[in-house]
């Protein structure tokens, strides 16, 4: 079966940085997601990653490795406006987004 | 920008009456379209794909009798709950699919929308 993995949730402390895991096992791989998605929202894009390596955008960046199967969103500089559940979603060989459970992170003043 | 509009975002119904969500992309063209159901704390769920011009595909599970989709433009596509009971209360969010320059792909998604049914 297909297969995503990320922690339920995660706490971090503002002006510090986290990282959330992904781990995944789907049938074929045709790019990761990462989504943003504050309570009562809808999801929005972060980050897309189809290469392996490392992918910058301001404070926030995401990582893929594909032999591994396994990916992390990497916040920095980490803000209140942060707590949020961060959605890891892998697409398929069929083009289909697979949804992780998501990871509620938590940020602590 | 790619902006997607769900109208209503909030709706409260009666047992056994039907509703309908639109979802719109504003400034592209939406060749697919997807819905998902999102129940509190839980992941989103796909219900279906939608393209334009052509059935949708629903997940296994989804009845499509009960949740109609229409694609009839680039542009909309609609969901309508029929014969809406308590249990289909829930957080509706549908995406519409845009190929960006970096071939991505990304979904981009609408407000959502809140139904309640007493």
């Known amino acids: 079966g297909q297969n995503i993995d990320q922690p339920t949730e995660m706490t971090a402390t503002e002006g510090a940085i986290v990282q959330i895991n992904c781990t995944y096992q789907?049938?074929?791989?045709?790019?990761l997601f990462w989504y943003q998605q504050h309570a009562g929202e809808a999801p929005t894009f972060l980050s897309y990653?189809?290469l392996d390596g490392l992918e910058e955008k301001g404070r926030f960046s995401s990582f893929l490795s594909r032999s591994k199967g396994y990916s992390y969103l990497l916040l920095k500089e980490l803000q209140m406006k942060d707590s949020a559940s961060y959605l890891c979603a892998v697409k398929d060989s069929n083009y289909q987004l697979i949804w992780g459970a998501g990871t509620k992170l938590i940020i602590k003043p | 920008g790619a902006v997607v509009s769900q109208h209503p975002s909030w709706v409260i119904c009666k047992s056994g009456t039907s509703v309908k969500i639109e979802c719109r992309s504003l400034d592209f063209q939406a060749t697919t379209m997807f819905w998902y159901r999102q129940f509190p704390k839980q992941s989103l769920m796909l219900m279906a794909t939608s393209n334009e011009g052509s059935k949708a595909t629903y997940e296994q599970g989804v009845e499509k009798d009960k949740f109609l989709i229409n694609h009839a433009s680039l542009t909309l596509s609609t969901l309508t709950v029929t014969s809406a009971h308590p249990e289909d209360s829930s957080f509706y969010i549908c995406?519409?699919?845009?190929?960006?320059?970096?071939?991505?792909?990304?979904?981009?998604f609408g407000p959502g929308t809140r139904l309640t049914v007493l």
């Open positions: 789907t049938s074929g791989f045709n790019g």
């Open positions: 995406s519409a699919g845009k190929t960006s320059g970096s071939g991505s792909n990304e979904q981009f």
């Open positions: 990653n189809v």
